[in-house]
């Protein structure tokens, strides 16, 4: 009698134990996600004396090199999913963020409040007067928390 009592009472700890470990079927995750300019091609290469300030601007002005978080919960028991989650949300504001237009005297006008000592000094006395011409701007979207990137895209810089 002892035995049976002894066995039932296991079973009962063990389907305890098994069904609270099956109470616990969320999960939820949060990322922190870069942008990152990878390169700027230039349509006249003489723009690229410009290059470190241009790369400031597009940072000051939030189109690269600028970073995020996203944070999700999912309704089932393991992390990845909640992590994949946070994936396509950073994915689809990566993506809203590509498609806002970026302008050239938008960032002429950037680079020369930030740098109008610089360009005085070289005789430019006004934003237009830096005369960048178009250049596309290749962006990697990055996981930052799991160091594995998760887009690509590119802004085309023009009037």
Not at 4 to 25: E, P, Q
Request: charged share 15%; hydrophobic share 45%; glycine share 6%.
């Amino acid at each position: 009698m002892k035995k049976i009592f002894g066995m039932i009472s296991i079973m009962l700890c063990l389907m305890a134990g098994i069904t609270s470990c099956l109470d616990d079927s969320n999960a939820e995750a949060t990322c922190t996600y870069a942008v990152v300019s990878d390169s700027i091609v230039y349509t006249d290469t003489l723009d690229a004396v410009y290059d470190s300030l241009i790369h400031a601007s597009l940072t000051t002005l939030e189109h690269a090199n600028y970073t995020f978080q996203k944070s999700a919960e999912v309704d089932q028991s393991m992390t990845a999913y909640a992590v994949a989650k946070c994936d396509e949300l950073a994915g689809t504001e990566f993506a809203a963020n590509l498609a806002k237009a970026v302008t050239l005297s938008a960032i002429q006008n950037e680079m020369y409040k930030a740098n109008s000592d610089f360009f005085t000094a070289k005789g430019i006395t006004n934003a237009a007067g830096i005369g960048l011409h178009p250049f596309t701007v290749h962006l990697t979207l990055w996981n930052y928390s799991n160091q594995t990137a998760i887009g690509i895209g590119h802004i085309n810089v023009s009037e």
